[in-house]
């Protein structure tokens, strides 16, 4: 019966859609992955992520949220953010996705309770946002004085229904119960009642709904679902309060040409215009993303496929502008990434867009989530210093949830299909049953991608009948790393891409990136592909300044990094490989669940106390696939090596600051190590490297304490204050004052020379030598601002 819902639902549907995306991806539920590379990763999403966010989940309050909209809790109690309730929306949503695949009766009972709550939750007319619907004796400042009046800035009320949407999509065709999509009908069916053209004409302040909208009217068939997807894209513009770069309102949607403002937010505006567009064949839409994506790709995008330069607005930078260590290439935007380039290759049938997915898929996305499931990331950086570390869960916990729910799709990317031509886009090891006109055909990849180039595709065609399979032959096997001249290969020779067919060399024919076989397939017949997988060594173009002078190490799908505990005194900055250095891989089955490493020689420098000698140390340098960094402990990594000696950083020597223990008036620890890692920054705002600041705190006094291993004797200290005016919350403080340890009291130095206050350089202040175990200094925070500190020295 369930099967019978569904299919007369979706047909209903695809009557009415006469439009759609040429080319169709087959559904991961026809996809089953048996690899050892995504089937592991695949299940400890099932076992152990969605059910430690769906924990999180009501540990942290959000399921509360409901309970107490619905008037089932007492009290007005909320969670921090407007759009906590897409949590729960986007752990249904995996989780669903995990029940079409493989039967869990209590996980199904669970999202039954789940879903009622939300049901309750839903007010009379549709409207469901519980922090509105509580009615708090305090209301949360994103909210506004009633419905949509905030949207346009950070209520979240429409994204909050886009999650809604794509969940109760997810759950109905898993498990063919009505029951969230009702509610979210009951949802759009009150959008489409208030919004439009001389209606509620409000954009959404962070797009998504419009992916929703599009998913409803792909089940329903209801042409209004589609028609206010539209009103969504073409309501946005300039002359609102609102209407800025930050969210692409700046200016209409078909005017915009470059990437700009929060690259999440961006990413799911294009997926929503490429959806749009392929449902009404709107050809300005995509003259629009045509455009935006070339930017983007060819100046805007991480060797990683992570996208978002800069943590300020987390957004995209200028052209170009995409340093390393400060990069902020957020987890929600690889996935975002990849549902974008997803319905760039529907529309456009191009490997390109398969060779930025997979880029992104093997790289920036996997390196958000643990290899245990429970530890993530929201930023993915390329270069740290230890002050990046794996949480167990963020107050803003979109990345964590959108992970669990991406994870079971991934099978989905593998195959696509337009009539009788079948797409092999993904090299993963898995058996599959796809439907062409011609006849239904059951493939199967045997493969140990991506350690290994080799893939074996069988094809088992019911009846013996002719249709052409196109082959993706991803542009790192062709020496050209992404698309465009961002990035390219040290070695410009060609590669070689060996095709069987049944076991003799066969002269395919290409298309769009594709090798093509069109022919008449029966039973048994068998493709061998066989990817070069030589280490190869990348570049940058020389307009990327954070990467002049470095390389990267790709091989096949995977970038690699240095990480310290594979390498000499666990430090990577002071590493130099010479940019013709052999690389040898070597697979380590013990290591990181089992990873091809990486081993070349170079050479590292270290600096002395009282000496401008370096101390160069000839070593193996040792690099691992980059999405398994951090899985030991926060430590030093690096994508970008150098291979001349300007670009490293020498290991500074120890001293006093150093060796220091650093204790401060903060609560997060990771920021002490900045006190004291003897980095020097290029200027008061630089992020490149940590800074430790007590955002969003003001006008408090605050302080930061050395604890000496043994009584020192000083007369010397140095600060270098963090200020990232105009735009940021801090800079630097009204004032200052050293204070050092006698006994149990805390004394006030006897200045020599005044306590400085200045921007861009070190304020320092002498004072009358003294002896003492701990030395600290009291911060009085400006009144309107933060302030924060790079670097302390103690002589």
């Known amino acids: 019966m369930k099967k019978i819902l569904i299919c007369l639902l979706l047909s209903a549907g695809h009557a009415m859609a006469q439009r759609d995306y040429p080319i169709q991806p087959v559904a991961f539920t026809q996809v089953k992955v048996n690899d050892n590379f995504w089937a592991p990763k695949i299940k400890v999403n099932a076992d152990v992520t969605i059910p430690y966010t769906l924990e999180q989940c009501r540990k942290t309050g959000r399921v509360d949220n409901f309970l107490r909209a619905a008037g089932k809790l007492p009290g007005d109690k909320l969670t921090e953010f407007t759009f906590d309730d897409t949590d729960i929306y986007k752990v249904i949503e995996g989780a669903s996705y995990g029940l079409q695949v493989q039967s869990n009766p209590e996980l199904e009972k669970y999202l039954d309770t789940l879903i009622s709550y939300i049901a309750a939750a839903q007010e009379p007319d549709g409207y469901l946002y519980t922090f509105r619907t509580v009615k708090a004796a305090n209301p949360h400042d994103w909210i506004g004085s009633k419905r949509w009046e905030k949207e346009e800035d950070l209520s979240h009320e429409l994204y909050n229904a886009g999650h809604l949407y794509e969940a109760a999509v997810a759950h109905f065709q898993a498990t063919g119960k009505k029951t969230m999509l009702n509610i979210a009908l009951k949802n759009a069916n009150l959008l489409v009642r208030e919004f439009g053209f001389g209606k509620v004409e409000r954009f959404p302040g962070h797009q998504i709904v419009e992916t929703g909208l599009t998913k409803l009217y792909r089940v329903t068939g209801n042409k209004e679902y589609l028609d206010l997807a539209k009103f969504f894209l073409d309501v946005r513009g300039p002359g609102k309060k609102d209407s800025k770069e930050y969210n692409q309102a700046h200016k209409k949607v078909i005017d915009q040409h470059e990437a700009v403002g929060h690259a999440v937010r961006a990413t799911y505006m294009y997926t929503g215009m490429a959806d749009v567009a392929a449902l009404t064949g709107n050809q300005d839409y995509l003259h629009a993303i045509d455009d935006i994506w070339h930017d983007v790709v060819e100046k805007k995008m991480y060797i990683t496929g992570g996208i978002g330069a800069t943590g300020a607005g987390e957004a995209f930078g200028k052209a170009y502008q995409l340093p390393n260590m ?16 997803s319905r760039m290759f529907l529309l456009h049938g191009d490997a390109k867009y398969i060779d930025v997915l997979e880029r992104t898929l093997y790289n920036g996305l996997l390196s958000g989530v643990s290899l245990s499931g429970d530890r993530f990331f929201y930023p993915n950086p390329l270069a740290s210093m230890g002050q990046h570390q794996r949480s167990a869960w963020f107050s803003c916990a979109c990345c964590i949830s959108n992970m669990t729910r991406f994870l079971p799709s991934m099978p989905g990317y593998i195959y696509a299909q337009n009539k009788n031509d079948l797409y092999i886009n993904l090299f993963v090891g898995n058996t599959a049953s796809i439907q062409l006109p011609v006849t239904k055909v059951n493939i199967s990849q045997q493969t140990n991608y991506p350690w290994e180039g080799k893939n074996e595709i069988t094809v088992n065609p019911a009846k013996t009948a002719a249709f052409a399979l196109h082959i993706r032959i991803p542009g790192w096997a062709l020496n050209e790393p992404v698309p465009g001249d961002l990035y390219h290969a040290q070695h410009a020779a060609t590669k070689k891409v060996t095709l069987l067919l049944n076991g003799k060399p066969y002269a395919y024919k290409t298309a769009k990136g594709y090798a093509v076989i069109s022919r008449s397939w029966k039973k048994g017949d068998k493709v061998t592909l066989d990817l070069p997988m030589e280490t190869e060594k990348v570049m940058a173009n020389e307009q990327v300044k954070d990467d002049q002078f470095r390389f990267a190490l790709e091989r096949g799908p995977l970038m690699y990094c240095l990480e310290g505990p594979d390498n000499l005194d666990s430090s990577v900055q002071n590493i130099v490989v010479d940019q013709h250095a052999e690389v040898n ?17 170079g050479a590292s420098t270290k600096r002395q106390l009282n000496s401008e000698e370096l101390i160069r140390t000839t070593q193996t340098v040792t690099a691992i ?21 300007s670009a490293a950083k020498p290991k500074p020597a120890p001293t006093i600051a150093s060796k220091a223990k650093v204790t401060a008036s903060l609560r997060n620890q990771r920021m002490y190590k900045a006190l004291n890692d003897q980095y020097e920054p290029a200027d008061a705002k630089d992020n490149n490297a940590p800074y430790l600041h007590w955002w969003p705190k003001k006008n408090s006094l605050e302080w930061v304490q050395y604890d000496f291993d043994s009584p020192q004797t000083i007369s010397f200290s140095s600060v270098y204050w963090y200020d990232d005016g105009p735009w940021g919350g801090c800079r630097i403080p009204a004032s200052w004052k050293l204070y050092y340890k006698k006994g149990e009291e805390w004394l006030p130095v006897k200045a020599i020379s005044p306590y400085s206050i200045t921007k861009d350089k070190y304020d320092t202040v002498q004072f009358e030598p003294l002896t003492t175990t701990a030395l600290k200094i009291e911060i009085q925070q400006p009144v309107e601002y933060s302030a924060g500190l790079h670097e302390w020295i103690v002589k």
């Open 326 to 341: 400060s990069a902020y290439a957020e987890t929600c935007a690889s996935i975002a990434n990849v549902y974008w380039n």
């Open 585 to 601: 891989a070597i697979f380590k089955p013990a290591l990181l669940n089992g990873v091809t490493i990486l081993e070349m020689k």
């Open 625 to 645: 696939p980059y999405y398994a960094w951090a899985n030991r402990g926060a430590t030093d990594m690096t994508v970008w090596i150098p291979y001349e000696a």
